[in-house]
């Protein structure tokens, strides 16, 4: 899998990976070390707990990493979610569980794709 097929799979966007990291192989160093970040643990740890300071942290955090690397399916519902989360819980807690589960989706495929490219370097 190339780079640009990761992204494709990812929900990512290669060119603007290729623009910050400048060549493939800087974004084949640079994504695989998503694998091994813990922020999405604590979004989902300060979710199961109900902490708005928790959640509202973790997914500026993830917004922040996911934008870095051009997963910009990720980052666009990261980013929703930490709006809502920005002044507290929010009032509508059934538009922001279905924006937390579309996070879910977006991390889970974003890992998936970075996963397979990792095991086949």
């Keep these: 899998m190339t780079p640009e097929e990761l992204y494709q799979q990812a929900g990512g ?6 623009m910050r990291l400048m ?6 160093r640079f994504v695989v070390k ?3 970040d813990p922020t999405f643990a ?3 740890e300060g979710w199961d707990a109900q902490d ?4 509202g942290t973790a ?3 993830l917004k922040g990493v996911a934008g870095n690397l051009a997963l910009s399916t990720l980052y666009q519902s990261s980013m929703e979610l930490c709006e809502m989360y920005r002044n507290g819980a929010p009032d509508d807690l059934d538009l922001a569980k279905a924006t937390y589960e579309r996070v879910c989706a977006d991390h889970e495929r974003a890992f998936a794709a970075i996963s397979a490219f990792r095991d086949q370097q």
Excluded: C, P, R, W
């Design 13 to 18: 966007d290669y060119a603007e990976a290729k």
């Design 23 to 28: 060549n493939d192989s800087m974004i084949s």
């Design 34 to 36: 998503f694998l091994d």
């Design 42 to 44: 604590q979004l989902k």
């Design 52 to 55: 708005a300071g928790v959640i």
């Design 59 to 61: 997914s500026h955090t």
